[in-house]
């Protein structure tokens, strides 16, 4: 839950990195979080605002969390868009999430793995 507030806390902050845990412990409970808001919206028939609502919400933040995972693997921002690329895009954007961090620091900073 830590990872989840810090990336909130982050909100549009999109210089510096961002290690993996702290990427994946933010979709995990961003998938929770929908999935509650989505149970929510079940249960009252509100037709998914609610769960629209907090995907609106957590739009920047995630965007923001993305560009600094990629910076801490030495790789710009910009290629968050390599998604519009049908299917391969996606496959290639998951591998640069889940490729470990640039050891020492990168021109996007300090290596936060050796901040801890």
């Given at each position: 839950m830590n990872w989840y507030l810090k990336v909130l806390k982050q909100y549009a902050d999109f210089n510096g990195r961002a290690r993996r845990q702290e990427y994946w412990m933010f979709v995990l409970f961003n998938i929770i979080?929908?999935?509650?808001?989505?149970a929510i919206d079940a249960a009252i028939g509100s037709w998914g605002a609610i769960g629209g609502l907090y995907a609106l919400a957590m739009l920047i933040p995630s965007l923001a969390v993305g560009v600094r995972r990629l910076h801490d693997i030495g790789k710009s921002g910009w290629m968050l868009?390599?998604?519009f690329i049908p299917l391969i895009g996606?496959?290639?954007?998951?591998v640069l999430l889940a490729t470990d961090s640039t050891p020492g620091g990168n021109q996007y900073?300090?290596?936060p793995k050796n901040l801890n």
């Open positions: 979080f929908s999935l509650v808001a989505g868009l390599i998604v996606v496959i290639w954007l998951l900073g300090p290596n």
